[in-house]
C-alpha cells in the first residue's frame, strides 16, 4: 500500500526490503533518536531490523498493527504506524519517528493525518491516542496542532537510557476528528 502525502512524499507499507536503508538511517540518527525512543540501542544491525520488520508484517496480519516506511524524494526519512490496534474497544496509537534532517517541514503532521483517515474510515476506530515524552517538544507539538485532547502525563511510562520518561497522553475521538 502505497499513500502519497504530496509530490514529493508517501507513505509506503512495511517491507523487510526496505531494512538495509531504513537500518542506515537509524545508525546516521542513533543520537538523535536514542533521546526519546527506547528500541534504538538494540538495533545494532541491517538482521536486527529485518526481525523486526518481519514482526511487524506479522502484527498486521492479525490485524494489531500497521506501519509505514515515510519516503521524501525517493528515501526513507522516517517511520509512522497505527500500533496497539484493539478492535473491540476501536482504539489505537500513532507512533512516529523521523530523521533529524527532515524534521520542521510538515512531514508528520501530513502523515498523522493520513492515518487518521485510515483509522477511521477503513478500520473503523473510535479513538486515535498519541504519547510524547514530556521533553520532545517536536513530538509533543504534533498532536496540538492537529486537535488532540491532552489527558494527562503517565509518570515514569517508557525506560530511555536507563531513565524513566513521563509521557504526555493525547486523545482524538471520531466525533472531534476534522477531515480535510
Given at each position: 500500500?502505497?499513500?502519497?502525502?504530496?509530490?514529493?512524499t508517501?507513505?509506503?507499507?512495511?517491507?523487510?526490503?526496505?531494512?538495509?536503508?531504513?537500518?542506515?538511517?537509524?545508525?546516521?540518527?542513533?543520537?538523535h533518536?536514542?533521546?526519546?525512543?527506547?528500541?534504538?540501542?538494540?538495533?545494532?544491525?541491517?538482521?536486527?531490523?529485518?526481525?523486526?520488520?518481519l514482526?511487524c508484517?506479522?502484527?498486521n496480519r492479525?490485524?494489531?498493527?500497521t506501519s509505514?516506511?515515510i519516503?521524501?524524494?525517493?528515501?526513507?526519512?522516517?517511520?509512522?504506524?497505527?500500533?496497539?490496534?484493539?478492535?473491540?474497544n476501536?482504539?489505537a496509537?500513532?507512533?512516529?519517528?523521523?530523521?533529524?534532517?527532515?524534521?520542521?517541514g510538515?512531514?508528520?503532521?501530513?502523515a498523522?493525518k493520513?492515518?487518521?483517515?485510515?483509522?477511521y474510515?477503513?478500520?473503523?476506530?473510535?479513538?486515535?491516542e498519541?504519547?510524547a515524552a514530556?521533553i520532545?517538544?517536536r513530538?509533543k507539538?504534533?498532536?496540538?496542532?492537529?486537535?488532540?485532547?491532552?489527558?494527562?502525563?503517565l509518570?515514569?511510562?517508557?525506560?530511555v537510557?536507563?531513565e524513566?520518561?513521563d509521557?504526555?497522553l493525547?486523545s482524538?475521538?471520531?466525533?472531534e476528528w476534522a477531515?480535510?
Amino acid at each position: 500500500m502505497i499513500i502519497p502525502l504530496n509530490e514529493n512524499t508517501a507513505l509506503i507499507f512495511n517491507e523487510v526490503s526496505h531494512a538495509a536503508e531504513l537500518f542506515a538511517l537509524v545508525d546516521s540518527n542513533r543520537a538523535h533518536l536514542s533521546r526519546y525512543l527506547p528500541w534504538v540501542p538494540h538495533m545494532l544491525s541491517v538482521t536486527d531490523m529485518e526481525r523486526y520488520l518481519l514482526n511487524c508484517e506479522k502484527l498486521n496480519r492479525e490485524g494489531l498493527d500497521t506501519s509505514f516506511n515515510i519516503f521524501h524524494q525517493g528515501r526513507i526519512v522516517g517511520r509512522i504506524g497505527l500500533s496497539y490496534i484493539n478492535k473491540a474497544n476501536k482504539t489505537a496509537n500513532i507512533g512516529y519517528w523521523l530523521a533529524e534532517k527532515a524534521q520542521g517541514g510538515g512531514l508528520i503532521s501530513s502523515a498523522v493525518k493520513k492515518l487518521l483517515v485510515l483509522a477511521y474510515e477503513e478500520l473503523k476506530l473510535n479513538r486515535v491516542e498519541i504519547k510524547a515524552a514530556t521533553i520532545n517538544q517536536r513530538s509533543k507539538a504534533i498532536p496540538e496542532k492537529l486537535g488532540f485532547h491532552f489527558e494527562g502525563i503517565l509518570r515514569q511510562a517508557e525506560w530511555v537510557n536507563n531513565e524513566p520518561l513521563d509521557l504526555m497522553l493525547y486523545s482524538l475521538l471520531r466525533s472531534e476528528w476534522a477531515k480535510e
